[in-house]
T-cell receptor
Framework: DAGVTQSPTHLIKTRGQQVTLRCSPK?????VSWYQQALGQGPQFIFQ???????QRGNFPDRFSGHQFPNYSSELNVNALLLGDSALYLC??????????????FGSGTRLTVV | QQQVKQSPQSLIVQKGGISIINCAYENTAFDYFPWYQQFPGKGPALLIA?????SEKKEGRFTISFNKSAKQFSLHIMDSQPGDSATYFC?????????FGAGTRLTVKP
């Protein structure tokens, strides 16, 4: 039973560029939540996708956008990268939206470095 | 965005000792309080969780104590082992939004 798969594992981008991160949820899960974890900090909620729609969003600018596909996989896009976007980006999958964080399974994350 | 305060930032405990990590939250609408364990290079993994209608929950060596009136909760790790060395995060959530504490780096010395 595969867990949450994120790709790529590591990524280096230049300031101003755009990046796309990918997440495949755990088998049986249909909801994907994205988190940003800066070095030495706890994860911060970016947004959640369910039924191919953004259901809730944290305090992140519009440069952060996402998509969910019919197979429940998801992408996180960040435009006009800033140095401060350097972080570990985590994807968490679950079954159903509005579950209040119960049943979350996290992937190992994508380490994004902006230079 | 942080609405959950966690302490201490780091903790060193001898093998066999008790590790205690504390968290405080602000929003009384939170209704689910999990603790996550994270090893380097890995994502957080759920350790134990509690709902606000319960004051204590124990699973093996891990216990959550919850004080609703004080808006505080804590994680106790009994008989701490070197394999418990990791970063621990408390969290509080409602609906689709889960807020994490800043984390506690636990080191258990043999």
């Amino acid at each position: 039973d595969a867990g949450v798969t994120q790709s790529p594992t590591h990524l280096i981008k230049t300031r101003g560029q755009q990046v796309t991160l990918r997440c495949s949820p755990k088998s049986g899960h249909d909801t994907v939540s994205w988190y940003q974890q800066a070095l030495g900090q706890g994860p911060q909620f970016i947004f959640q996708y369910y039924e191919e729609e953004e259901r809730q969003r944290g305090n992140f600018p519009d440069r952060f956008s996402g998509h969910q596909f019919p197979n429940y996989s998801s992408e996180l896009n960040v435009n006009a990268l800033l140095l401060g976007d350097s972080a570990l980006y985590l994807c968490a999958s679950s079954l159903g939206s509005g579950t209040g964080g119960t049943g979350y399974t996290f992937g190992s994350g994508t380490r994004l470095t902006v230079v | 965005q942080q609405q959950v305060k966690q302490s201490p930032q780091s903790l060193i405990v001898q093998k066999g000792g008790i590790s205690i990590i504390n968290c405080a939250y602000e929003n009384t609408a939170f209704d689910y309080f999990p603790w996550y364990q994270q090893f380097p290079g890995k994502g957080p993994a759920l350790l134990i969780a509690i709902r606000p209608d319960v004051s204590e929950k124990k699973e093996g060596r891990f216990t959550i104590s919850f004080n609703k009136s004080a808006k505080q909760f804590s994680l106790h790790i009994m008989d701490s082992q070197p394999g418990d060395s990791a970063t621990y995060f408390c969290a509080a959530s409602m609906s689709n939004d889960m807020r994490f504490g800043a984390g506690t780096r636990l080191t258990v010395k043999p």
